[in-house]
Every structure is written in C-alpha cells, then in structure tokens.
C-alpha cells in the first residue's frame, strides 16, 4: 500500500471514530467541573437507604439469622458479636475468638482472646 492510500485510510478511520470518542463523555453537573458522583445519583422522592447494623440477638426469636448466629456461636463455644448489616443481612462485624482453620501444631490460637 502506498503512502497516499495509507494516509487516505488513517483519515477516514480518524474521521469515522472521533465522534464516537465524544459520545462516551461523562454528564457534566451543575458546577461544570466535569465527572462527580452526584452526576450518577438518581433521587428517588421519599425514599431513603438505611446503612445501620444490627445485632443478631435483636432478631425475631425464630428468624432464620438468628437461629443460624446462635447456632455458629455455640458451635465456636460462645463469646461472639455479630453485627448484621440492616439492608442485606450479611455481617457487617463479626468479633470473637480465632477459629482454628487447620489442625496441628503450626495452629497457635488457643487463646480466649478476640481476634
């Protein structure tokens, strides 16, 4: 290919794909300082996202999150809080004393302390 037509073909590939470039930009907010996270917020009126944690022992008596805390608890024999994050149920904390993953002699977490 000669030098004409290469230059031809970069041209038109140039011409073909910079518009492209312009159409990904992200919206500009109210201060015209380019990309902030409120540009991405959508307000939903009377809504609001709680982000509080709970304890496990706050559950209803037979609540399946309970009953699976309590169990896990007794099973590591006592000494454990967990705090359950209010919109999925995960744990958002879980303190107490180590659990011994692996069997043997290299496992030095006897102690009662948390961990």
């Not at 290469?6 to 011409?15: D, E, G, K, P, Q």
Request: a neutral charge; charged letters at 15%.
């Amino acid at each position: 290919m000669s030098r004409r037509a290469s230059a031809f073909v970069c041209t038109v590939l140039f011409l073909t794909l910079a518009p492209a470039a312009l159409a990904i930009q992200p919206p500009q907010t109210e201060t015209g300082q380019g990309l902030e996270l409120s540009a991405y917020e959508k307000v939903r009126p009377g809504g609001a996202i709680g982000v509080g944690t709970r304890t496990a022992a706050s559950l209803a008596e037979g609540h399946a999150l309970r009953i699976g805390w309590e169990a896990f608890n007794a099973e590591q024999d006592g000494g454990w809080a967990i705090r359950l994050d209010t919109r999925s149920g995960l744990p958002a904390l879980a303190s107490g004393k180590g659990i011994p993953w692996f069997p043997g002699a290299g496992n030095d977490l006897s102690g009662p302390e948390p961990t």
